[in-house]
């Protein structure tokens, strides 16, 4: 072997020892943020789902109710770790990852689970994933075009009465409410089946804006490659 090969040689092999210890710092870096406390909360909601599932599996009172709190409790944590993560500056790659995954995971799981139980037509469930998987795709597609589509009031709606739709849709039941100077008899499952509508109507609304929007910045990125 030539001196010109062995120099070569060692090169290549001084690049690939470089490369390396990048990959071992990436695998490092991304350890450190899977574990630090918002993400942690984030997979929390994930690692509650298979218990959220089970308690709607049998749909009694008593566990319609604890599944109405196991899913209020992760609808309060995704507020929870966004919140901690902007304060404490912890926003992180898998962050940005997981807490969609999450919220679609646990969401889609419990109307899923509301079909089955007969508490929710299946078209209602039908538009919402399909509304998701649209948006998501749009967004997918802006991002790969250097776009970026802001979330208007209007998802913001959506997403909070999908959310207090779905407790309710737990409950199911109906059940006292004390109101300190009289009772109230609430049927959880219409109350639920009116905030499920509502976000329904707000899902395709909120679509259509995206939508909407997309296609104004396509025309603005043509009209500005136009005129250059």
């Known amino acids: 072997m030539d001196r010109a090969t062995r120099k070569r040689h060692k090169k290549e092999d001084r690049q690939r020892k470089r490369e390396e210890r990048r990959a071992r710092r990436r695998a490092s870096v991304l350890v450190k943020e899977i574990w630090n406390f918002p993400n942690m909360l984030t997979m929390g909601r994930i690692v509650v789902i298979p218990l959220f599932v089970w308690f709607t599996y049998d749909a009694d009172p008593l566990y319609s109710m604890l599944a109405a709190v196991v899913f209020t409790l992760a609808a309060v944590t995704d507020v929870v770790d966004g919140m901690l993560a902007r304060r404490w500056n912890l926003v992180t790659v898998v962050g940005k990852f997981l807490d969609p995954l999450a919220d679609k995971l646990i969401v889609m799981s419990a109307l899923v689970m509301m079909t089955r139980l007969g508490r929710v037509p299946a078209w209602i469930v039908i538009v919402l994933l399909a509304r998701e998987f649209i948006v998501t795709g749009l967004r997918q597609i802006a991002a790969s075009e250097g776009m970026v589509i802001a979330a208007g009031q209007e998802g913001k709606w ?24 009289w009772t109230l008899e609430v049927d959880y499952n219409l109350v639920g089946k009116v905030l499920i509508y509502l976000s329904t109507a707000f899902s395709v609304w909120s679509a259509a804006v995206y939508f909407r929007s997309f296609l104004s910045m396509l025309d603005k990125r043509a009209a500005g490659a136009a005129q250059g």
């Open 158 to 181: 959506k997403t909070s009465l999908q959310l207090c739709g779905i407790i309710a849709l737990c409950v199911h039941y109906v059940h006292p409410l004390d109101l300190i100077w």
